[in-house]
């Protein structure tokens, strides 16, 4: 491990997924966990609840009936795309702001989404790779930059003065810190346990930075991941066009592809871009757009977006000057196709568009919208030349909204433009409407489940409380009298606890119980339940054991404690913990009776030397 990073690991800046997130993603790398392990854990969170909630039930899936429970959900997303909502949500809950001037956090998860969006759509056109696990490799693809601006606020932001490009960037970093950017991320990868390969593509890619223009000597896999980037660039405006084209050509994609590859990303990439709260940012549009009379719009009207599309350039002309004083954007387009790919880019409020065209035609244009959930809301008014009672019906039919006859008289356009903006007014006004009452259900429900994990949960390791475990432990027994099955308890005090807030004061006191309650969560099965009972005191309930497997598991907890380093102050220090054992029998019938058990044998061990484990002296156990 670089030293330099190792250093890094023991400050408290280093933006770090929640230990829930970790938990998901090992439980996804285990062939032996199954979707109710998942399920069990994501449910410990009610807002990463609610958002792969939201997510199961997009249109993206088209489920017959909507998915109201967490299994359902996991089931139907999949325990990859579950692990990238779980790490990317709970970092960036952490870490949208910071105190890092120059570095543009909204831009940094913005750009970072893309990518992610980008690798996972390449992926799923190259069968050797998996989609969901470019994902969550291009979603994290820059995170050594995010680290850097949260444990060197100050410094990084000086480094970023001036816009340094890539290359510049490296060299800066290096030369200030000792470590860059693409270092840290390899070494998150590791810390993290995502797969090797990519931590190695990402020192290729150092290798050959995107001003380097020799990217065919990169691998598959690099190649597909730097192509990522830069179509995430091009989708913020970073990138020129050229440049990805480039790049797809090497990566045999057709350059009549690009059009609808970029229209995919950005789609997919608005629509993620409301689950996870960061801005879509998009800079001018790729092609096609006027933008004309934005300084005219009365301040008293919300901004108001048309795409007026036909293959007569001239009707397209009268239209623009026609609306320039009434309208915030227009967008034009000569042909279908074209009009397509800036509708789902640029989701303007009203389309004009002419019925019959040598591509796609107007019907064809409305019924390719009417498929897409953005395009729900959508005003449409289509243009034709015969205003036959038959060719009405067909545009209703096709979705359209309105319909008028060409050449139009300009204050009848008018008239029909100022219909529909009411309209979409009107729509808008009950969304949010809608939007705010659920809201604010979905708030209370997140705030009553909030409430009840804050009543079971030590605020200081965030285990649960005394008063969770003694919950699970009545069930537990309640359920062990009618299957039959062991399971065990084992009380676990520090050693010498005391001696450590003396000496080193109670902040270190503090931290010394979350490092042990760390490494508990960490070496313990998810079908154990670990609290902190009060103090240095912790119970661990470990389910279906016998006392064999029981006194196994409670020494490896031992010494993976006296092996582990903790870091106070200007030194580190190392403690023990002292373990005793109670095996659930027949005889026992109530849970005071196991705790007065596992207690004694906890005595026991402390009366013996402490540092060791100690088993309950009682009928029946074995």
Known sequence: MNQIFKKMLTTRELPTPSQLALEIMRLSSNPAASVNDIADIVEKDPALSGKILKYANTALFAAPTPIVSIKKAVIRLGTDVVMGLALGFSLLAKNRKGRCANFDYDGFWSGSLATAIAAHDLATMQPEYEPDELFVCGLLSQIGKLALACIYPQKYSEVLAGNPTESELLLREAREFSID???????????????????????????H????????????????LRLSRLLAKICIMESPLPAAEELTRQNAIHHEDMDALLGRIVSRWQEWSLFFEIPARTGPPLSGTTSVGAESVPDSQEPFCIL??????QTLQIMTSLLKNSVSTILTAGTGD??????VHHQPDLIIANWHMPDIGGLDLCRMLRKTEFARHLYIIILTTNESDDELVQAFDAGADDYMGKPFIPKVLEARIRGGRRIVGYQEKMHQDRAIIQDYADTLTAVNRRFHTLAMTDPLTGLSNRRHAMERLKEIITASRHSGNMFSCIMIDIDHFKKINDTYGHDSGDLVLQEI????????????????????EFLVISEQN?????????????????????ALQETTIRVTISLGIAVMSPGITESGTLLLLADQALYKAKEKGRNRVEIAMQHGAG
């Open 338 to 343: 074209e009009a397509l790919r800036l509708a």
């Open 517 to 536: 309650a760390a490494v508990f969560r960490k070496k313990s099965r998810t079908t154990d339940t670990i609290s902190r009972m009060g103090g240095e």
């Open 209 to 224: 930075p995107f001003e380097d223009s020799n990217a065919n000597v990169l691998p598959d896999l690099a190649s597909l």
């Open 546 to 566: 016998s006392l064999e497997k029981a006194v196994i598991f409670a020494e490896r907890l031992r010494q993976h404690i006296a092996d582990h380093e903790i």
């Open 308 to 313: 007026a599309v036909d293959d007569d350039p």
């Open 181 to 207: 950017h693409t270092e840290i991320t390899i070494e998150l990868f590791r810390e993290w346990g995502l797969p090797e390969k990519y931590s190695e593509v990402w020192s290729l890619l150092k290798q």
